[in-house]
């Protein structure tokens, strides 16, 4: 079974950096899809960025330039660096993983950026 825990939320001013981190158990993570999502109040949940097991990334328009998803599958563990952050980016950040068919969440953490 897969489980995967954020960390790193917080407030912080816009144009200031935070990075969020997600640990995630079981021994196959190293050949697994990984990806954050986030959910600002009263929106849906959409894609912020992706990373496949090879290192290849896709990123949401809106945070291309500013947001970086890596990867340390010693560690078994994905980062997000979001700079340059907006008020906009405000919004709870989830890890995602698609998993036997499913999909695979975290609880999430806060972001708050304020202006």
């Given at each position: 079974q897969v489980q995967l825990?954020?960390?790193g939320g917080g407030l912080v001013q816009a144009g200031g950096s935070l990075?969020?981190?997600c640990a995630?158990?079981?021994t196959f993570f190293s050949i697994m899809l990984m990806g954050w999502y986030r959910q600002a109040p009263g929106k849906?949940?959409?894609m912020v960025a992706r990373i496949t097991s090879g290192g290849s990334t896709d990123y949401a328009d809106s945070v291309k330039?500013?947001?970086t998803i890596s990867r340390d599958s010693g560690k078994?563990?994905?980062y997000?660096?979001?700079?340059?952050?907006k008020s906009e980016d405000t919004a709870v950040y989830y890890c995602h993983a698609p998993w036997l068919g499913g999909d695979v969440w975290g609880k999430g953490t806060?972001?708050?950026v304020s202006s």
């Open positions: 825990v954020e960390s990075r969020l981190s995630a158990s079981g849906q949940r959409e330039g500013r947001f078994n563990t994905v997000l660096q979001m700079n340059s952050l806060l972001v708050t």
